[in-house]
């Protein structure tokens, strides 16, 4: 099974933790503090060791997989080398444990991890003096290493578990996909079937009458012109309501995003009648601020709830636990408001610094029953058109 690559955010938070783990190099220079006095060449020898350390490091994370296996080896040695002078070698073995962790299989990395160490202490056994550094120096670079090598595992396998999750993702968004084409599929041939029916009855009853009742056959091509032009009505209408995605499909999207990143969802949605267009830009705005906890928020809860208001309105508020300090035009939220004015509401936020983010989406009453009463026409005359249409052309 072939997963997908790491998301934007975990490559960003995995070269965070290169960097900080590059603070250890640190630990190269920490016994020489301990010297009385300190020789030319160990300070050189340490230096050199990083200056050939950060190369191979850096390049280690950008190769193949067999050029990596030479890489860490060669950090190693850079440490087995940097021992007898006295430095901290032993800290090159730390950064090859988290190497061995990330490109191999769990047991052939303990394996080599161990061999590796073993190396270490045999080493530090002929040719360190136990006055220079004691075993506990040894002992205390095993452990550390053991740690780092556990550290980087769990990671890994978080990594793996979240790349499964977003192809389990990515294969059910597919086949939701195929499942809606056949829908529409379904629907538009419903839909378009008894009317093109009934346009081609009255065409060739136009057809007919044309030669001797003239005044007929143009009532029929008017009656064709009619049942083609709520055909397109009709046609028009499906589109609109394919386009646009209910709060409870845009819900379902969401779980399975913010799962993805480890982000829990808890939402109350009251049953409420939601004109289409409304509901569409609602969607949209819980998309909208899905992505952007993803994206900023560092959040670990989200919290959605549709309510509706004492006057007769309704309010969708989505609120997460995440940094907060979201400006109010930041963050696609532009586009938000202009998305929920067009519709009659408005967009409102509370973003404290490090008390996360609340967004409240409200649409008043007035806007609903605007909604409603565009809605009703079309709602009334379209389930009895085409069964009425093919019972005039038919007759």
Not at 39 to 50: D, G, I
Not at 72 to 98: D, E, K, R
Not at 130 to 152: D, R, Y
Not at 308 to 329: K, M, T, Y
Request: glycine letters at 8%.
């Amino acid at each position: 099974m072939r997963l997908p690559p790491p998301t934007m955010d975990a490559q960003d938070n995995l070269l965070g933790w290169h960097l900080a783990s590059l603070l250890y190099l640190s630990f190269v220079f920490i016994p020489l503090f301990f010297w009385p006095r300190v020789p030319w060449w160990v300070v050189t020898a340490a230096v050199t060791s990083v200056v050939l350390f950060l190369p191979l490091y850096w390049a280690f994370y950008r190769s193949s997989s067999k050029l990596r296996l030479w890489l860490l080896l060669a950090v190693a040695c850079i440490g087995y080398a940097v021992i007898p002078f006295g430095g901290g070698g032993g800290t090159y073995l730390i950064f090859a444990s988290g190497m061995i962790a990330s490109l191999l299989p769990l047991g052939r990395g303990i394996a080599l991890a161990a061999v590796l160490f073993a190396l270490l202490g045999v080493e530090f056994m002929l040719l360190v003096p136990k006055e220079a550094m004691p075993l506990s120096t040894f002992l205390i670079n095993l452990l550390v290493g053991a740690i780092v090598f556990a550290g980087v595992v769990a990671a890994r396998n978080r990594e793996r578990r979240h790349a499964e999750l977003r192809l389990t993702q990515d294969e059910v968004k597919r086949l939701a996909s195929l499942a809606e084409r056949e829908r529409i599929g379904r629907d538009l041939h419903d839909l378009l079937g008894h009317t093109l029916s009934v346009v081609v009855l009255k065409s060739q009853l136009a057809s007919r009458l044309l030669e001797h009742d003239t005044a007929a056959a143009h009532a029929q091509i008017n009656e064709v012109e009619r049942v083609a032009r709520e055909a397109l009505t009709q046609v028009r209408e499906a589109v609109a309501g394919i386009r646009a995605n209910g709060l409870q499909a845009e819900l379902a999207a969401a779980r399975l995003a913010l799962l993805s990143g480890e982000i829990s969802l808890d939402h109350k949605l009251a049953t409420i009648d939601i004109p289409l267009n409304i509901e569409a830009a609602l969607a949209l705005a819980l998309r909208e601020s899905v992505t952007n906890v993803m994206r900023h928020a560092r959040a670990r809860r989200v919290d959605v709830e549709l309510t509706q208001d004492p006057r007769g309105g309704i309010v969708l508020r989505i609120a997460d636990d995440g940094r907060g300090g979201v400006s109010s035009e930041g963050h696609g939220l532009t586009g938000m408001r202009e998305r929920l004015r067009a519709v009659g509401g408005t967009v409102e936020i509370e973003s404290p610094n490090g008390a996360g983010t609340r967004l409240s989406l409200l649409v008043p009453r007035e806007a609903l029953v605007v909604a409603r009463r565009l809605a009703a026409p079309a709602a009334n005359s379209a389930p009895a058109a085409t069964p009425a249409l093919l019972e005039r052309g038919i007759a």
